[in-house]
Structure formats: C-alpha cells, structure tokens
C-alpha cells in the first residue's frame, strides 16, 4: 500500500537552531515528491517538487533533498517566522493525478 | 496572482440541511479537487475532478456529492450535513497530469454543523 510518513509530529526550535524535518515514503514508483507549508487556518502552499534521487532544490532558509525512500526539509538557521505545519505528499506513477500526503510536521521557531 | 477562491471562510449549518461550497480557480486548471482536513487524520480526498462535467470519487466520497459545469468552477455539496462533517474543507486545483507545480489550495472553509 502507497504510504507517506512524517516525522516528527511537531518540532521546537530556538532561532537560528538548524534541524531537519524527515518524509518517508512507500509507492509503487515515484513520479514526484512534494513539500507544501501551511498557516493556521490557510491552505497549503506549494514549496517544492523534487523527482529523482539525488536531487535538491532551495528557497530561502529550506533546502529539500531526496532519496529512493525519504526526502528531508532542512531548515537553516530558522526564524519564527518559518513557523507552521509542513507537509509532504507524492505521486506515484501510476496516478495522473491523486497524491499521497503525510500527516504533517508541526514546526515552532522559538525567539 | 494565480487564486483559488473559496466563498465562506466560516460556515455554520444545521443537521440535516443541505450545503453547498463553491470553488472558484483562475488559472484554467485541468484538475480540481476537494479536501477535508482533520488534526491528526491529514488530508483526505473528497472528490476530484480532471474535466467539466468529470469526476472521480477520493477515499471519502460518502455524504457527498460534486458539480463542475464549468472549468473553473467545482462545488461540493453536502446532501445532508451531518456533525461528523464539521470540517476543514480545501478546495486545490492543478494542471494537466504531471504536477510540476502542485496543487495550488484555496484558503479553506471552517464548517460547523450543529
């Protein structure tokens, strides 16, 4: 069974504290991988796709990588403002266009 | 700035009435779909739709029931609002079949059902 994992459920950090959020997946073929942030009472907001092994794509303070089984967020030097729920989904490539997603990791910054 | 519109932010219903959420998208999406969000259950697909006049049923189709007579519009009904159906709902569309760009979400209806 198709199957996303995220740890940990939520995260507390100081400012500037860098960490890693983690997302481990389970699908019969991977067609992307994805990371989305969201605010309290907002949709989620795209961040990042990543397809194949290996690959890594930044934005500001987050670096998101890949492997055949997990991507990590890493999250560098954070500020409160990086504050909110991040969640990870995939596609598998048998679906045009279903995904996958994770329950979330909640992440507090701390000042 | 690309949008997904969602009409109510708040929604208080009666049991037992029936509900309709709109959705509304300007980006000329293929695809939309409907969301429920619960703590600690995630993101659960309700419904979705890859056409006008199109659609699919999610992991959670029961209760509900979609409509999307025009590309940029897909509304969920809820036949029935029953209290097990108070909810976040997030509306998302995206384009075609590979989802270079993700879903793009509206900012979600908080539904109360008393």
């Known amino acids: 069974e198709d199957q996303v994992t995220q740890s940990p459920e939520a995260l507390r950090l100081q400012e500037g504290e860098s960490s890693s959020l983690n997302c481990s997946y389970t699908?019969?073929?991977?067609?992307?991988l994805f990371w989305y942030r969201q605010d309290p009472g907002k949709g989620p907001e795209f961040l990042f796709t990543l397809y194949s092994a290996g690959e890594e794509k930044e934005k500001e303070r987050l670096k998101a990588t890949l492997t055949k089984k997990e991507s990590f967020l890493h999250i560098t030097a954070p500020k409160p403002e990086d504050s909110a729920t991040y969640l990870c989904?995939?596609?598998?490539?048998?679906?045009?266009?279903?995904?996958?997603w994770g329950a979330g990791t909640k992440l507090i910054i701390k000042p | 700035d690309v949008k997904v519109t969602q009409s109510s932010r708040y929604l208080v219903k009666r049991t037992g009435e029936k509900v309709f959420l709109e959705c509304v998208q300007d980006?000329?999406?293929?695809?939309m779909f409907w969301y429920r969000q619960d703590p600690g259950l995630g993101l659960r697909l309700i419904y979705f739709s890859y056409d006008v006049k199109m659609k699919e049923k999610g992991d959670i189709p029961e209760g509900y029931s979609v409509s999307r007579e025009k590309k940029e519009r897909f509304s969920l009904i809820l036949e029935s609002a029953s209290t097990n159906q108070t909810s976040m709902y997030l509306c998302?569309?995206?384009?075609?079949?590979?989802?270079?760009?993700?879903?793009?979400f509206g900012s979600g209806t908080r539904l109360t059902v008393v």
């Open positions: 699908v019969s073929g991977l067609r992307g």
């Open positions: 998302a569309s995206s384009v075609g079949s590979l989802i270079n760009y993700g879903y793009t």
């Open positions: 989904a995939v596609q598998a490539m048998d679906s045009n266009y279903q995904l996958i």
């Open positions: 980006m000329d999406h293929e695809n």
